[in-house]
């Protein structure tokens, strides 16, 4: 069973930046599909940012230009670099895999695509 391991959450000021990790168990993260979704108290989880493993990008309208998705396969990790953050980006970060191929980017924005999830970190923005 794959695990996901994310890290890298803290509370921060408005405008300041962070850099979440996911790290895989089992497999290279060059086999997923990997998505990173935030989960605010009240509302729905939504999708953050998601990547193919040809690396087709989409990114939700409230992050595109603010935050990035970067792989490092040779560490095994997915990174979230996440900068100028806003006190709406407070929320429970989760990171996500799949193996499954979808023909389109927008199927990998459902949380339904993915088979592992990791345990959440909680970023706070807040002056």
């Known amino acids: 069973q794959e695990q996901l391991v994310e890290s890298g959450g803290g509370s921060v000021q408005p405008g300041d930046s962070l850099r979440l990790s996911c790290v895989t168990s089992r497999r290279n993260i060059r086999y997923y599909g990997m998505g990173w979704y935030r989960q605010a108290p009240g509302n729905e989880r939504d999708v953050v940012v998601v990547?193919?493993?040809?690396?087709?990008?989409y990114y939700g309208e409230s992050v595109k230009g603010r935050f990035a998705i970067v792989r490092d396969s040779a560490k095994n990790t997915v990174y979230l670099q996440m900068n100028n953050l806003k006190p709406e980006d407070t929320a429970v970060y989760y990171c996500?895999?799949?193996?499954?191929?979808?023909?389109?980017?927008?199927?990998?924005?459902?949380?339904?695509?993915?088979?592992?999830w990791g345990q959440g970190t909680q970023v706070t923005v807040s002056s």
């Open positions: 996500a895999a799949t193996l499954r191929y979808y023909s389109s980017i927008i199927d990998y924005t459902h949380a339904w695509a993915y088979d592992y």
């Open positions: 990547q193919t493993t040809g690396g087709t990008t």
